[in-house]
């Protein structure tokens, strides 16, 4: 089993930056696919960021060139360094880990407990 638990998040403001991270525990962590995934109130959660074994990352298209998502596998922590902060980054925020590189949660057998974003004018 892997436990992941977010941390980071909070209130900014347009145009903040926020850098949420996820601790990782269990046997073989650092060697599953990991990823950002987010849920606005009505909305279904969608991924933000992804990342294999090897660092390669993938990103969708509403945060590119604003998030940047990455590992330290010594650490067993994931990052999510969220620049440019819009009204709609409002959501809570999870990370997961699974054996596949997909974008589909349901793919993912492992995720924290989300922590909370608020991006205000």
């Known amino acids: 089993q892997v436990q992941l638990e977010e941390s980071g998040g909070g209130s900014a403001q347009v145009g903040g930056s926020l850098r949420l991270s996820c601790a990782a525990s269990?046997?073989?962590?650092?060697?599953?696919?990991m990823g950002w995934f987010r849920q606005a109130p009505g909305k279904e959660r969608e991924g933000i960021a992804l990342?294999?074994?090897?660092?390669?990352?993938l990103y969708t298209d509403s945060v590119k060139g604003r998030f940047t998502i990455s590992r330290d596998n010594a650490k067993n922590t994931l990052y999510l360094q969220m620049n440019s902060l819009k009204p709609e980054d409002t959501a809570m925020y999870y990370c997961?880990?699974?054996?596949?590189?997909?974008?589909?949660?349901?793919?993912?057998?492992?995720w924290g407990q989300g922590t909370q974003v608020t991006v205000s004018s």
């Open positions: 997961a880990a699974g054996l596949a590189f997909t974008w589909r949660p349901s793919s993912y057998h492992y």
């Open positions: 269990g046997d073989g962590a650092s060697n599953y696919y």
């Open positions: 990342i294999d074994r090897a660092g390669g990352t």
